[in-house]
């Protein structure tokens, strides 16, 4: 199979988004021709999670007690989904749609298609060999391997299926796996990680949360935070206002503050360790992406700061 | 269903219980717990989690402090204004599982409020309970609020009351509720204690409860954090892994007593 052929007969209907190279970095955006597409693209620094949880979602707009809400239904695909990212959208799904599942990120869900592409080794700071998440099991459409001459294209899901056939596009039989050894120092984090509900009162917290600034920027590129705030917005003459979705960040002072100005996790060291139990403890919410690593100012390393508690 | 969306129901009775405490009913029909919550909404000012101080299907009733922004702009509110509601949610008391024991009910300050609906719930079925023993703190008189209901719980239940400064015409205690507690003699087999009130309070009446042979998992308390969406998604309330929204905000103290922040 192709890529660019694969990627025209998906366009018809559908906004594309991809991987495109800007300033250095590989970012999702949407595009419209093949051409856009960085097609060597590593890791994009931003993961694919736009796509279902913008960063600003109207919830809905309101003129006194009249109520407006749209429930989005654009249909999208995604076209270059790494696996880790794969296991975080997954792992984003199993979050927002229990209990009462949230309706925005449902809708958009619902209608975005995720054509995934296997990795044929691990980049600068990935640690998907910790978590087996260089797998590409379940989670995604259509996977993509490269193979001699083309790429090896197999339906990951019933969409998927339906979809290739539509579109008249024949499977191959398998799709190889990556095969990713864990490292050394991997297997040493991966053992700490099974300690850390012991590790919790250690002293190397308040250590490594020094380095930390709180700006908020590892939750920004992690593909499985969702935490977000509500905002009420009014129009300069009071007459409509409307409600916004916005990601919000458990790293920010703010986050916790209450009525009386009260914080519950003002200290630095509490907002700090608070990430790393809600990823490596609290279920299996990290996949090894590494982007926390590339993007934090002061290179803080979640490994590194696991194995000196 | 949209979790977001409002529904807009007209205040019927607005009541002042001190300079900065009023007391809102709503004509908002439920079944609700004790102990639950609402998200409360103005337009064009914003919305706010409020605790649900009554115990009926047929309206709803929030005491709500001028402490903000929104609570502000409730206060200017009289009956026949309209307000957003979201909820409720929230676990909440069940009281169905407390019936035959003796019921503690500690509240100081605010706390007071959540704890209201489980008197209430007490008040409509006195005969479930081997007794109701109700201890409430406040700064000085001119705080202590729910007055009216106070004089109906005194000659329904047994009712402690303290002030940390009193005035001449208080005849109650005055000291914190810790010595209110310990005043009594309180019967822990078959007994539950449900508290709400400052972080501080909270610790000592725990350390009072303990010393009275309480176990920890006797010991009921309700949670407050900053509940944004009150559906268990955007993770305002986290304390730990627990969401207060929806995991809480009423947690048994055993369950919630080694949590970090």
Redesign the interface.
Known sequence: MQLEALFNKLKHGRRIVAPVSREGYFVYETVHNFKEIAIDFTLPIYPPKEVMLPQHEP??S?K??N?R?T?PSEKTVIFGVRPCDVRAIGVMDN??FS??A??YYKARRENTLIVAIQCAKQFENCFCDVFGSFKLEKGHDIGLARGSGGYLIKAGSKLGEDTLKSLKIKQDSKLPQANFKITKPHQQFKARIGELDKL?DSKHWDTAATECFSCGGCTIVCPTC?????E?H?APN?AT?K?I?TW?S?QLKP??????KYH??GKRT?RF??RY??KL??GDNCVGCGRCVTICPTKIDMREVVLKL | MNPYKPKFVKIIKVEEMTSDIRLFRVDFKCRHRPGQFIEVFLPHYGEAPMSICSCSTQYLEMTVRAVGNVTNAIHKLNVGDTIGIRGPYGNGYDMKSLKGKHLYIIGGGTGVAPLRGIIKYAEQHPKDFASVNIFMGFRNPEQVFFKEDIELWQRMFNVYLTVDQPSKAWRHCCGVITTLLEKQKLINENGVAMTCGPPVMIKFVIKSLNAAGFRNDQIFMSLERLMRCGIGKCGHCMVSNLYVCKDGPVFRYDQVQDKKE
């Open positions: 919830v809905y309101f006194g007690a109520v809400a429930i979050f927002m209990g009462i949230e309706p919790s969702q935490c977000f705030d509500i009420d009014s009071l206002g409600r979705r919000d458990c986050f916790t503050r209450v009525a009386g519950f996790r509490d360790r608070h139990y809600h403890v609290w």
